[in-house]
């Protein structure tokens, strides 16, 4: 109609369809790994904490853009219950990389078994994500083609989008109509800038499979390196934690420490020479706990015979019918002064102290002494007392490390019953080395006045006094006076173990005189010498 101007319908039709305005023009996500708000605050919270992953993003943040992004994605695999990862098609050009590399990680067929051992504790995922740490960095090398790739696809994507919000302006400005029709002066215009966009779409589709094709081109070459990784990061958790576990300090404990604490923990028992003795400590340890298992299965124990002894519990009951017949009854008693009446003999029955455990650990000069197949004196000592330790709290009786050299040179370490064991404190003990000579009666005599003390507040006799030493002193006769009158009062228990000193164990030696029970240690890896220890104390 003449004077009216004419419309286009073209542009607007092509409007809705040029990739610009399609769904997958949307940025896709950054994250590989599906985490919900309370994982994602682990992961911030760890990182927070973590100066090593810190730095290692800085470091990765040189020859990768998101290398933050790639951390968070390693660290949520293995802390999350059930990892799972995005599709590809999901994720942003820009983090391609990222999830190819998360995929070729968690794909591998060790991380099932290195996801056990982190799953639930962001201390160890974060060390699994510090312990790959080599692999990431070449992984990101290798994968420099790809990033390139991806770079252009993300390049490419941003082009689309600029173009269909270009669109969108030209039909704006061509004031198209309630029906979508434009002006005909204005749609030349649109139409280019819809050209514009449809090609914009087409190039940002092709870089983005080209990124995924060299993406899948370089994974098979990186298999053995994120197997390798992998591998290495479960050893790197599992060695941790047996060196915790070696010490005492259990999985409670550590979900309790903040993570610089635990990091702490951990770098002071990997780096000192406590490391050294993790082996034996949890040998140790071990040994006890079965020796402790064999006290509970044979608790109530089986009769097997009779023997001679005082227990009035274990009277056999002809012995009691002496007690009837008044004429028989200073007999009884005499027979029960001797210790000779007779009694059930059970199999299984031990005797335990009520009162103290006091380990004497000598850490004169000498104790630094290696052992032909391993191990030094000093070593064993300590672990054998950690272990009376242990064997303490299950008790609950109280334990007192007391550590000697020479004459006044000597450190005590009480531990309550019915207070924890700081793991600071364990490790104090367990470092501590005063070097010079030995001197007997500085230990003992000190480990008479803690019992003196425990006894006058709390009644409790029957304790037991092992003396850890790898040599032979005297004492004098005035002291040894002293010595004997306390054990008869305070009715403790004295274990000598002499550590690579066969004139120490000798019958006629001073430490022979001092125990009730002797014995001698020669290899200094060997724990099943001290293992009648933990069946009676």
Not at 225 to 235: F, G, M, N
Not at 278 to 297: N, S, T, Y
Not at 422 to 446: C, I, K, M
Request: charged share 25%.
């Amino acid at each position: 109609m003449s004077g009216t101007p004419s419309r286009s319908d073209e542009p607007a039709n092509r409007a809705g369809t040029w990739p610009g305005r399609s769904p997958t023009a949307a940025e896709g996500h950054t994250a590989a790994v599906v985490a919900d708000p309370f994982e994602q605050i682990a992961w911030r919270d760890t990182y927070a904490q973590s100066a090593g992953l810190r730095e290692l993003a800085e470091e990765l943040a040189e020859r990768h853009d998101h290398a933050a992004d790639l951390l968070a994605d390693a660290f949520l695999a293995a802390y999350k219950v059930g990892p799972r990862l995005r599709e590809r098609a999901e994720m942003a050009p820009s983090r391609l990389v990222n999830h190819q590399v998360i995929n070729t990680l968690v794909e591998s067929p060790e991380f099932a078994e290195l996801h056990r051992e982190t799953v639930g504790d962001p201390y160890a995922a974060a060390m699994a994500v510090l312990a790959q740490a080599t692999a990431l960095r070449d992984m990101l090398e290798r994968f420099r083609p790809a990033r390139e790739q991806a770079e252009r696809a993300t390049k490419a994507r941003q082009d689309a989008e600029g173009a269909a919000t270009a669109v969108g302006a030209a039909l704006q400005q061509a004031g198209a109509g309630a029906d979508g029709t434009v002006p005909a002066p204005a749609a030349e215009a649109v139409r280019r800038a819809i050209d514009s966009a449809e090609a914009a779409g087409a190039a940002a589709r092709r870089a983005a499979q080209g990124a995924g094709q060299a993406l899948a081109a370089t994974a098979p070459g990186l298999r053995p390196t994120a197997r390798k990784a992998v591998a290495q990061a479960t050893e790197t958790v599992r060695e941790e934690a047996a060196l915790m576990r070696a010490w005492g300090v259990g999985p409670g404990e550590l979900e309790r420490l903040p993570y610089d604490e635990r990091a702490r923990l951990a770098e002071r028992l990997r780096t000192s020479r406590l490391a050294q003795w993790a082996e034996l400590i949890g040998r140790f340890r071990q040994m006890a706990d079965g020796e402790r298992a064999r006290k509970v299965e044979n608790a109530t124990g089986e009769l097997i015979g009779v023997t001679l002894g005082n227990d009035l519990s274990r009277v056999i009951p002809s012995e009691l019918a002496d007690l009837g017949l008044p004429e028989l009854r200073a007999v009884f008693a005499a027979r029960y002064a001797a210790g000779e009446l007779m009694l059930y003999d059970r199999q299984g029955e031990q005797t335990t102290g009520r009162g103290a455990v006091i380990a004497c650990v000598d850490t004169s000069h000498s104790m630094y002494t290696e052992g032909p197949g391993g191990g030094t004196r000093e070593a064993w000592a300590k672990a054998c007392a950690l272990a009376l330790l242990d064997q303490a709290r299950h008790a609950k009786r109280d334990f007192v490390g007391i550590l000697f050299s020479s004459a006044g040179r000597l450190r005590v370490f009480r531990f309550p019953a019915g207070e924890p064991a700081p793991t600071a404190r364990v490790l104090d003990f367990a470092e501590t080395f005063l070097g010079g000579g030995t001197s007997y009666q500085s230990p003992l005599s000190a480990a008479v006045e803690l019992l003196e003390e425990e006894f006058d507040s709390a009644a409790r006799a029957r304790s037991d006094i092992v003396m850890l030493t790898d040599d032979e002193c005297d004492v004098t006769e005035a002291w040894m006076r002293d010595w004997n009158a306390a054990k008869h009062r305070l009715d403790f228990r004295v274990f000598g173990v002499a550590i690579g000193a066969p004139r120490a164990a000798e019958a006629d030696s001073v430490l022979d005189t001092l125990s009730d029970n002797l014995r001698s240690v020669e290899d200094f890896m060997d724990v099943r010498v001290a293992a009648d220890l933990f069946r009676v104390i």
